[in-house]
């Protein structure tokens, strides 16, 4: 394979991103990015927390159908069963304090509102009630924006959303947390 892309001079490995002019980046979205910005770099209050919202979806258990043996010390490597039972596919839906690393989640077969709103329950549960200001930043998904959820937002006055600039989800923080979280 490597003679193949070496003689055809490809780098498949190599990419290239670009943004299409679809979205301005204007004066709204520099005052977005300075908004999520400070909120990552200023010291917090002792009554704020910061927290970074997202979904990863489509995430497949896949249980080996047979346990894993591991290394001898005759230089035999840890073998791996080839066979493996599909379990349907999970939705994670996570916050990473931006502060401690904490990671808050949920794992659900659906993404939507509702789940969402456990997700904000579960982070109401278990921010102490000294914190009565719990910055939320989110993308633009329709989940985080539906009626159901401003209607809980309302309810709980001490949440207060931010969203970070269309095509800028490398913004969230908790993005970071999923890569690495793919990687291990």
């Known amino acids: 394979m490597q003679r193949i892309l070496h003689s055809q001079q490809l780098k498949p490995w190599r990419v290239h991103h670009w943004l299409s002019s679809k979205v301005p980046r204007d004066e709204a979205f520099r005052a977005q990015v300075l908004e999520i910005f400070e909120l ?3 010291p917090l209050l002792p009554h704020e ?11 497949q258990p896949r249980p080996r159908t047979a346990p894993n043996r591991p290394a001898r010390p005759d230089g035999t490597p840890i ?9 349907g596919a999970l939705n994670l839906l996570a916050s990473f304090d931006t ?16 789940e969402f ?3 904000l329950e579960t982070i109401e549960q278990r921010t102490p009630s000294q914190i009565t200001l719990i910055h939320l930043i989110c993308d ?3 989940v985080h924006k539906g009626k159901k959820v401003n209607a809980w937002l309302q309810r709980h006055p001490r ?11 490398w ?14």
């Open 171 to 184: 913004m969230n923080q908790v993005e970071q947390w999923f890569s690495v979280m793919r990687a291990g």
């Open 79 to 87: 073998r791996v069963e080839h066979e493996y039972a599909r379990s």
């Open 159 to 169: 949440f207060r959303m931010h969203f970070t600039p269309v095509h800028c989800s």
């Open 140 to 142: 633009n998904l329709k």
């Open 49 to 59: 927390r910061v927290l970074c919202l997202d979904e990863k979806t489509s995430l």
């Open 117 to 119: 709103i456990e997700l």
């Open 40 to 42: 990552y770099t200023r």
């Open 99 to 114: 502060r401690t690393g904490e990671v808050i989640g949920i794992c659900r077969r659906r993404k939507r509102q509702e």
